[in-house]
């Protein structure tokens, strides 16, 4: 069942979304940058892809239908260096992802964070910290 | 009688021996020209003093060149190790110079022109009008190749040392064999540009011409096709790689613009980090295109778009 949380961040929240870089490649501008958005669905494809990895995940609308929606992240090597591999998130997985909605309300996001069904949690954001 | 000379003479060869010894030590390990490893750190104002008393990128690089009596050859013997995978150390935002205050505007002393131009691009990038050249896979470009996050390798040889970006597959040749650039009737834009170095100790000196305009990242300046760049690479310790670079560019740049980059080595200790190819072609959910009005956005997506029934 879909659940979608639109909310503003808090400026705490904010500021520490500024302390690392956004899409490096190309601009994040088609995003939101001050909301976020949440849903819970079933993983359809994970997109492994350079320069943007693509986690595609199927919610059921309140009447039954399917809208599969986009979640945009790094390519391959910063994901992993998130600690996100292919294998995480294979066909059925259930999640609940948060990002940052797309202005023209397309059904998309920049990909900010994600729960499993099991607890385990992974931030693409990661990617860019040194370990 | 016979036993005495004999340890005489043995001990003659055993300190003419030791003597050498830190000879051909030293003979292993490349000697510190004046930008060498055992010169003392300059000062970020001392690094932007030394910019403005050369007046083009040839003359700073002539100059260090000329310090480091030409410099040496690398050889197997003495050939830095600059293994692994690194990536840029951490700043926030995108900023060219690592230096440039948090929320602040660029370091960099800019002509009004191009002044103006980079406050439209800040400001227009405020109401979500912003496009990069690279969207399309396009090479960020030197100088911008600086600043980007990804991946890095940096191969080392004699004659050559490979300067790997994981973006876009994009790799810098810098020859050190002794060769020098092109001749100039003969010198076109691109998007690394040509060049040369020299081998200061273990400090690489690069001279970088021939280059395409671009910018240096978004929300920073422009630069013009007359930017050239000297960068001064070295280790700093077993974890990173530091490089000074001046970048002259008279349309843009009233006194050549200094900046202190690092390159982070990463922990990789099941040696699963690769650079791999890169194709924005490879998957058309990552297709954008620059709207009239110099926005980006995305060309179509194989998942459900906006306004479609599932």
Do not use: Y
């Given at each position: 069942m879909i659940k979608t949380t639109v909310t503003a961040l808090l400026s705490i929240g904010a500021l520490a979304m500024l302390a690392v870089p956004g899409l490096?490649?190309?601009?994040?501008?088609?995003?939101?940058?001050?909301k976020t958005i949440t849903i819970e669905g079933v993983v359809?494809?994970?997109?492994?892809?350079?320069p943007h990895s693509w986690l595609l995940v199927n919610v059921t609308n309140k009447d039954g239908s399917v809208t599969t929606w986009g979640f945009e992240a790094e390519g391959p090597s910063t994901l992993q260096r998130a600690?996100?591999?292919?294998?995480?998130?294979?066909?059925?997985t259930r999640l609940k992802i948060t990002g940052h909605p797309m202005r023209d309300g397309s059904p998309a996001a920049a990909w900010v964070d994600a729960i499993r069904a099991d607890g385990k949690r992974f931030d693409p954001r990661e990617g860019f910290k040194v370990k | 009688m016979l036993r005495g000379t004999t340890t005489t003479v043995l001990s003659i060869v055993f300190l003419a021996a030791a003597a050498l010894l830190p000879a051909c030590s030293r003979a292993n390990t490349p000697p510190a020209g004046t930008?060498?490893?055992?010169a003392p750190e300059r000062t970020r104002e001392q690094m932007i003093d030394l910019g403005r008393q050369h007046k083009t990128a040839s003359e700073l690089y002539q100059a260090l060149r000329e310090q480091a009596k030409g410099g040496q050859r690398l050889t197997s013997n003495n050939q830095?190790?600059?293994n692994g995978v690194y990536t840029r150390a951490?700043?926030?935002?995108?900023?060219?110079?690592?230096?440039?205050?948090?929320n602040g505007l660029p370091t960099a002393k800019l002509t009004p022109e191009f002044h103006a131009k980079m406050l439209k691009r800040i400001a227009d990038a405020k109401q979500g009008i912003e496009w990069d050249?690279?969207?399309?896979?396009s090479p960020p470009g030197h100088p911008r190749w600086?600043?980007?996050p990804f991946l890095r390798e940096f191969i080392v040889t004699p004659d050559q040392t490979w300067l790997i970006n994981e973006m876009v597959n994009d790799i810098r040749r810098i020859y050190t064999d002794g060769r020098n650039h092109v001749p100039e009737a003969d010198r076109y834009p691109l998007y690394n540009g040509d060049s040369i170095g020299f081998w200061d100790g273990q400090k690489l000196v690069i001279h970088t011409n021939q280059l395409q305009a671009g910018i240096y990242q978004r929300s920073q300046p422009d630069y013009t096709d007359q930017v050239e760049t000297v960068e001064i690479w070295q280790k700093v310790d077993d974890k990173a790689l530091g490089v000074d670079v001046w970048v002259y560019d008279p349309p843009s740049l009233e006194e050549p613009w200094y900046a202190k980059q690092s390159y982070v080595k990463l922990n990789d200790p099941d040696k699963n980090l690769r650079i791999r190819y890169w194709n924005c072609?490879?998957?058309?959910?990552n297709s954008v295109f620059q709207t009239d009005k110099g926005a980006t956005e995305f060309?179509?997506?194989?998942?459900t778009r906006k306004g479609e029934k599932p």
């Open positions: 490096a490649h190309h601009s994040g501008a088609m995003f939101e940058q001050v359809k494809e994970f997109q492994f892809t350079n600690g996100i591999r292919r294998s995480d998130f294979m066909p059925g | 930008a060498g490893a055992q830095p190790d600059w951490p700043i926030p935002g995108f900023a060219f110079d690592p230096a440039q205050p948090p050249p690279i969207s399309t896979c600086l600043t980007e072609a490879e998957n058309q959910n060309r179509g997506f194989t998942f």
